[in-house]
């Protein structure tokens, strides 16, 4: 039966995931109750099923709102006014799923946060507003 051709956003059409895993975010013993590789791992798959990019870095700076998440949009998204979503607390798989799907949908300028996820986005750090300001 031959496979129906499905349509994926790669590199600059798709919004990328960055996951934190630097001094706190990702460590067991700062947050034991979660599960930090089956984290990635959820990502990993909602990327390769729906297109988005997954990468890890080490620390992005909000310590105390680990584990961080930054959704950085398409090109698309930038060009439709949406910005880089820091995302704190994502410690279950309820607010992981969100991210997937939101990544799914387009990201920033492209699609809506889920509402409850929504309520977990943080201040980037100043160092990350001052970068940004940087590049425009």
């Given at each position: 039966?031959?496979?129906?051709?499905?349509?994926?956003?790669?590199?600059?059409?798709?919004?990328?995931?960055?996951?934190?895993?630097?001094?706190?975010?990702?460590?067991?013993?700062?947050?034991?109750?979660?599960?930090?590789?089956?984290?990635?791992?959820?990502?990993?798959?909602?990327?390769a099923e729906h297109?988005?990019?997954?990468?890890?870095?080490?620390?992005?700076?909000?310590?105390?709102?680990?584990?961080?998440?930054?959704?950085?949009?398409?090109?698309?998204?930038?060009?439709?006014?949406?910005?880089?979503?820091?995302?704190?607390?994502?410690?279950?798989?309820?607010?992981?799923?969100?991210?997937?799907?939101?990544?799914?949908?387009?990201?920033?300028?492209?699609?809506?946060?889920?509402?409850?996820?929504?309520?977990?986005?943080?201040?980037?750090?100043?160092?990350?507003?001052?970068?940004?300001?940087?590049?425009?």
């Amino acid at each position: 039966m031959p496979s129906t051709p499905r349509t994926s956003l790669i590199g600059s059409a798709s919004c990328t995931v960055v996951v934190c895993r630097g001094c706190c975010c990702g460590d067991a013993r700062k947050n034991p109750g979660t599960d930090h590789a089956w984290q990635l791992e959820l990502l990993r798959a909602g990327a390769a099923e729906h297109g988005f990019q997954v990468r890890t870095t080490d620390c992005l700076g909000p310590c105390d709102q680990a584990n961080v998440i930054v959704v950085r949009p398409s090109a698309a998204g930038r060009r439709a006014g949406g910005r880089a979503a820091w995302i704190g607390f994502v410690m279950d798989n309820e607010a992981t799923e969100e991210v997937v799907q939101w990544a799914a949908a387009g990201g920033p300028g492209v699609a809506e946060p889920p509402l409850t996820l929504e309520l977990q986005f943080i201040e980037p750090p100043r160092e990350a507003r001052v970068r940004s300001r940087r590049r425009r």
